[in-house]
């Protein structure tokens, strides 16, 4: 008897419509339930992991507890959630090929030849039942990436298909995410695209159970007794997901308005069980709130044509000021632009009342960023530093105390006289295959006296990291006889996690990626005083 049961999501039409927002969405309605969710994100590209892309293409790299560099899908997932998940949670076809290959290389299938159907497939089955296993969930959750009809995402519906048929219809159902566009000169809803969409299904032997109908208009009776007729599921299964102000609506309107609990349960043979959504229902209405007062805040980045590069940093900064009651105006500073002195740009972070420093590779802008460190120093502006945040800040201390702009990170500058930001010598030598980088969740000691320790309210704390260089402990002396503070350190003493600044109203800058651990439900500590902070200026 299977304890999970699996619902798979496929999106249709085209892309970009919020696949994951609506995954995650089902998963907080049935997490509010008192079911234990999971959830894992099928991606149909090549490479192992998006580690490597760049956040142009793909946006950010979330990062999880255990380490694994994965999809930023998986932060809407654990935002929705707030479940930890893990390197279960994505696949991608570079590493289904990987594995298979490695096997066919060391003999697993001598005699025999390897096939997308069965090997490749097999593969993708036996992902997801070791994703059910070890999470010990009672709904998986499984996102299948790109729209159906893509030539990549095949493998994954035929893999979808097999499985409904191992485990049986009882314990597996399919939602079928589409777009209904509006024809301006008609003024009509158009609903041929999901028919299509869903008939390229059926071509792969899936039948949809529920239909998610995204649409920027109202969606009328008949165009959803069409879809139902069409796609021979059930009236109430075709469910509207208009575009709303903020993403945390959707678990509201899927489920007080459409009580898609009540069609899964119904669906899977089990009891019903209420939804409490009145947590989000709170926070929905503290959003759409239009009494609260707008916080500039500036974040100084380089893929600023790109909001999807530094999601999870936006989404805590939005969750801290709504724990402030307050209501986020974010300013992009292109780090770029501070370099090459731009008065316009400048002008823009001054108007600022704090100021983010998120994490970043590659030497572009960086010296954008320091300048920007350099005047939240200078004028007593709040500063948040994330990651390279540290770097820049911590560079930009020493360059004022040692009196000299001879200091830098050996990312940027391997002949600097001085490296305050260096590579841990031996710390990853041990790593094989390049990976080089320090990643997931490690522990972090605070000082009682410090800012950060007055955030977090506790002495031991777990942050996650994606980061190669560390803090140089040589110049740990110096720079803390000038009012540098090391506020957290790992419990070996050896890695710098916190830096502030004394006689400063806020200046906090941490090694780790704190944004990867905020909820918008639950603020993190670090963002929330961070904007406590701006708002006293
Ligand atoms: N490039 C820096 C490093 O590798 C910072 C990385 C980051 O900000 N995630 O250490």
Redesign the pocket.
């Known amino acids: 008897m299977e304890k999970t049961k699996y619902i798979f999501i496929t999106g249709g039409v085209c892309s970009g419509l919020g696949k994951g927002i609506a995954s995650a969405s089902i998963g907080a309605i049935l997490g509010s339930c008192g079911y234990k969710i999971f959830t894992l994100k099928l991606d149909p590209y090549l490479n192992i992991d998006p580690g490597t892309m760049s956040p142009y293409q793909h946006g950010e790299v979330y990062v999880t507890d255990d380490g694994a560099e994965t999809d930023l899908d998986l932060g809407h997932y654990e935002r929705f959630i707030d479940t930890n998940l893990s390197k279960l949670s994505n696949l991608t076809t570079g590493r289904v090929y990987a594995k298979v290959l490695k096997g066919e290389r060391s003999g697993d299938y001598l005699g025999k030849t390897i096939q997308i159907i069965p090997h490749i497939t097999n593969e993708i089955k036996a992902h997801i039942r070791k994703a059910a296993e070890e999470s010990k969930a009672d709904f998986l959750l499984i996102e299948i990436g790109g729209t159906v009809g893509d030539i990549e995402g095949e493998p994954y519906l035929e893999a979808a298909r097999q499985f409904h048929r191992e485990v049986g219809t009882d314990n597996v159902l399919f939602v079928h995410l589409t777009l209904l566009p509006f024809l301006m000169a008609s003024g009509e809803l158009k609903t041929k695209p999901t028919q299509a969409s869903v008939r390229e299904l059926y071509r792969r032997g899936i039948q949809p159970d529920i239909i998610l109908a995204r649409s920027d208009k109202q969606i009328d009776k008949e165009s959803i007794q069409k879809i139902a007729l069409f796609a021979d599921v059930e009236e109430k299964a075709v469910i509207p997901a208009p575009t709303v102000s903020t993403i945390y609506e959707v678990p509201i309107n899927f489920e007080k308005k459409n009580h898609i609990s009540e069609i899964i349960f119904e669906r899977f043979k089990m009891p019903v069980r209420k939804a409490k959504l009145e947590e989000w229902e709170k926070l929905v209405s503290r959003i759409k709130a239009n009494h609260r007062q707008k916080i500039e805040i500036a974040l100084v980045g380089k893929y600023n044509q790109n909001l999807d590069a530094y999601l999870s940093v936006v989404e805590a900064l939005k969750s801290a000021c709504y724990a402030n009651n307050l209501s986020l105006n974010l300013v992009w500073i292109n780090a770029a632009y501070l370099e090459k002195d731009d008065k316009q740009e400048w002008e823009k972070l001054k108007q600022c009342k704090g100021i983010v420093v ?5 030497s572009r802008g960086v010296e954008g960023k320091i300048m920007a460190a350099k005047y939240a120093r200078e004028y007593k502006m709040p500063y948040l530093g ?4 540290m ?1 820049v800040a911590t560079i930009e201390f020493a360059r004022h105390v040692l009196n000299t702009q001879d200091v830098n ?1 050996t ?1 940027f500058n391997t002949k600097t006289k001085n490296p305050v ?1 260096h590579i841990l010598p031996g710390h990853h030598e041990a790593e094989s295959k390049g990976g080089t ?2 990643l997931g969740s490690y522990p972090c000691v605070l000082d009682k006296d410090s800012l950060s320790f007055k955030a977090y309210g506790q002495t031991k704390i777990d942050e996650r ?6 803090f140089n402990m040589d110049y740990k002396d110096v720079l803390e006889k000038a009012g540098f503070k090391i506020a957290g350190l790992s419990p070996d003493k050896r890695l710098v996690e916190i830096i502030e600044l004394k006689s400063h109203p806020f200046f906090v800058a941490s ?1 780790f ?1 704190p944004e990867f651990k905020s909820r918008p439900l639950r603020a993190h500590p670090l963002f929330r005083d961070f904007i406590k902070a701006s708002n006293k200026v």
């Open positions: 998120p994490g970043g590779f590659g994330l990651c390279l945040g770097q990170s990312e930001i980088l320090r990291h994606r980061h190669r260089y560390e090694q990626h």
